[in-house]
């Protein structure tokens, strides 16, 4: 297998001073590490697809929302597997109607709204609350 990149697309959506958080679900094998820890949802960008559209499509697909994109995060991640590298860009965003119910995909198992603090208890991936902070800032 040869090394890849990948470009990942986070939306960290704010309703009421919260933020929209998933745990993860993993159905493949040599994913369960990462069975039950709590993310930004988003994924991987594709071919032909701006960093926008794909945080819009991704959290359609994930969470059954609409949303508008406020800024980008200045925050970029990245992180390293055997033979894989992640590049994680993260974007502020909203609901556009704040009364559309979250609906998540199988590739979930639980969602919430979470403050910074409060996610401090959660088990989440690495930056998960310090981008939640910064998003605070904005």
Known sequence: MSPRI???VMALVRKDNKYLLTCRQELEEHMKEFHGIWQIPG?????????EQCA?????????IDIELVKVIP??????????????????????DPSQ??????????????????????IAFPETVDLMKIANTL
Do not use: M
């Not at 992180?79 to 502020?92: E, S």
């Not at 979250?102 to 959660?122: H, R």
């Open 6 to 8: 990948t470009y990942v």
């Open 43 to 51: 994924g991987g960008l594709e071919f032909g697809e701006t960093p």
């Open 56 to 64: 819009v499509r991704e959290l359609k697909e994930e969470a059954g």
């Open 75 to 96: 925050h970029i991640r990245t992180a390293f597997r055997p033979h894989w590298q992640g590049v994680f860009i993260t974007y502020l965003a909203r609901q556009k």
């Open 101 to 122: 119910p979250i609906v998540i995909n199988e590739e979930a198992c639980d969602f919430g709204w979470f403050t910074p603090e409060s996610a401090k208890a959660l």
